[in-house]
């Protein structure tokens, strides 16, 4: 994996997580849970933002998540609340999605060929950003 790729895997999950919190923050019932999300939100916007400085810096414009993406997030959110909007239930979501993200980001990690540090040092924040997350979300479960 090279320093595009990386970048690019970079701002898809953090607009992809930006999106998806966006979805069910409408639902949260608490101000505590609430807040803890925008907070969330938040630190996603800055790690894409960064991403997309550091792509175009290198010539590349970032890329969104696709479409397909955006909407199968949306309506899986939809879905998971219908029945269920409870803090307890929305942790549960932000949780899962933390994990899968923790999971990717970690193979991209391990298999990252350049040695952009600051490259590297973005992937990193994103993976303890969505290690935060988890832990954040636990009180709620």
Known sequence: MKDIELL???????EMGILGLQDIVGQV????????????????QTIA??????????GTAPKDPS?????????????????DS????????TIKGNNMGITKGLKHLHDYEGNDRQVRSLAEKL???????????????
């Open 8 to 14: 690019q895997y970079v701002h898809e999950t953090a």
């Open 29 to 44: 019932q608490t101000a505590k849970l609430k807040k803890s999300l925008q907070g969330q939100i938040s630190e996603y």
């Open 49 to 58: 933002s960064e991403a997309a400085k550091l792509l175009q810096a290198k």
């Open 67 to 83: 479409l397909m993406a955006r909407l199968s997030s949306e309506v899986m959110s939809t879905m998971q609340t219908l029945a």
């Open 86 to 93: 409870s803090d307890s239930k929305i942790a549960e979501m």
């Open 127 to 141: 993976l303890s950003t969505e290690q935060a997350n988890v832990e954040q979300m636990k009180p709620f479960l």
